[in-house]
């Protein structure tokens, strides 16, 4: 008698458990960047409060034009400076969201591609004469998909790798032009 249909119906119960903890330790991971989304969100929003409080009391103190120009010039080069690193901030939340999904991914895809060609070693031990071929095939089935992974694995990582140095030249670049408008020797 063949165990191939018990041994099927564990596999395929392991391997439902198995997306179950990946689902739910994504969804975790999830929370935990909307979680940290709404606090860089809520203080950057208290922030602004604040600092729009402190503009409005210091314009309706001003005088003459000359002091609302300074004024406009002290101011500038703080909020740019404010707004870059709330870019950097959010672009690091969104990455590190990134790189725990692919960790979870590529765990589970492990995990999977081992159970499986375990699963395809143990029911060839048990199957019938002749069918050598078919076995070769799913392990040839088996070998190209995780070459497959392996693949897009590599070019997601490259992908990430050249969008973080875009963003670290975009913030350069911002950077050089808010020192160029408004110069580190502002008149206070």
Known sequence: MFAIPEQLSNATKANFDAQFAVFTALTTKAIEGVEKLVDLNLAATRANLEESTTAAR???????????INLSQAQAKPSAEKALAYSRQLANIASSTQNEFSKAAEAQITDTNRKVIALVDEVSKNAPAGSEAAIAAIKSVIGNANAGFEQMSKASKQAMEAMEANLNAVVAQYTQAAEKIVPSSNKK
Do not use: A, C, R
């Open 58 to 68: 210091q314009l309706l103190s001003i005088k003459d034009p000359q002091e609302f």
